[in-house]
């Protein structure tokens, strides 16, 4: 079932994975990647 997000869930989303991956006492090597599952 497709949801729809909008843009200012993924603006936090942005905000919130980048303010993690850039402090390296949270994260294990470089890249990676951020997903979202929304849903029940």
Excluded: C, F, W, Y
């Excluded at 936090?12 to 994975?17: F, I, K, M, T």
Aim: aromatic fraction near 0%; charge should be negative; charged fraction near 15%.
């Amino acid at each position: 079932m497709a949801t729809t997000v909008d843009a200012q869930e993924l603006a936090a989303l942005r905000a919130l994975s980048a303010a993690i991956g850039a402090d390296p006492h949270l994260t294990q090597a470089a890249g990676g990647n951020t997903s979202l599952k929304a849903g029940d």
